[in-house]
Antibody, heavy 121, light 110 residues
């Protein structure tokens, strides 16, 4: 069965960096695009970024463009999110989600359980 | 990219039907048939319920259905059951390789 397991969250000061990872299993990772979606405490979902199956294309939301970088290692079935210049408003649970194949890359057909990032001084 | 507009809450009694709306613009909901709906129970990850406005992934009960008219998409839950109580989020492709979510609707089964 499809499994997505995020890690790397924690407490970090404003302006610092953090790298999240998402280990995938149960499907052919290299065939699927992947997303990061975040959810601030008590708030709704916010799409962050998508990366194509081969890593050759990625698209960011305006709120993180220039600060966050998505990447993937298909040999390790792992997705990453490098977060730099973190702000208090980046505090959220970060989910990795698989992009749909037949349902389109803009659909999130499986989700991990999330990892909490807290940006605070 | 502005968030899509959903009512904060909705409710219904067991066995009844409830419809949740998701209003956007011609640049997102109205411009593409790429609306999805997600169910999220407290403390859990979201689950895909509907994609491309009306399609259900395998394993999702046919009590869940989707539709769209103009800039507004809707999710209808028929034959409400206690386990349907959750938060529901819509999302839409918003052009320029971006996706936008709604603010979420808390569904209460009375």
């Amino acid at each position: 069965q499809v499994q997505l397991v995020e890690s790397g969250g924690g407490v970090v000061q404003p302006g610092r960096s953090l790298r999240l990872s998402c280990a995938a299993s149960g499907f052919t990772f290299s065939s699927y695009g992947m997303h990061w979606v975040r959810q601030a405490p008590g708030k709704g979902l916010e799409w962050v970024v998508v990366i194509w199956f081969d890593g050759n294309n990625n698209y960011y939301s305006d709120s993180v463009k220039g600060r966050f970088t998505i990447s993937r290692d298909n040999s390790k079935n792992t997705l990453y999110l490098q977060m730099n210049s973190l702000r208090v408003e980046d505090t959220a649970v970060y989910y990795c989600a698989r992009a749909g194949l037949s349902s389109g890359w803009y659909t999130f057909d499986y989700w991990g359980q999330g990892t909490l990032v807290t940006v605070s001084s | 990219q502005s968030a899509l507009t959903q009512p904060p809450s909705a409710s219904g009694s067991p066995g009844q039907s409830v419809t949740i709306s998701c209003t956007g613009t011609s640049s997102d909901v109205g411009g593409y048939n790429y609306v999805s709906w997600y169910q999220q129970h407290p403390g859990k990850a979201p689950k895909l319920m509907i994609y491309e406005v009306t399609k259900r992934p395998s394993g999702v009960p046919d009590r869940f259905s989707g539709s769209k008219s103009g800039n507004t998409a809707s999710l209808t839950v028929s034959g409400l059951q206690a386990e349907d109580e959750a938060d529901y989020y819509c999302s839409s492709y918003a052009g320029s390789n971006s996706v936008v979510f709604g603010g979420g609707t808390m569904l209460t089964v009375l």
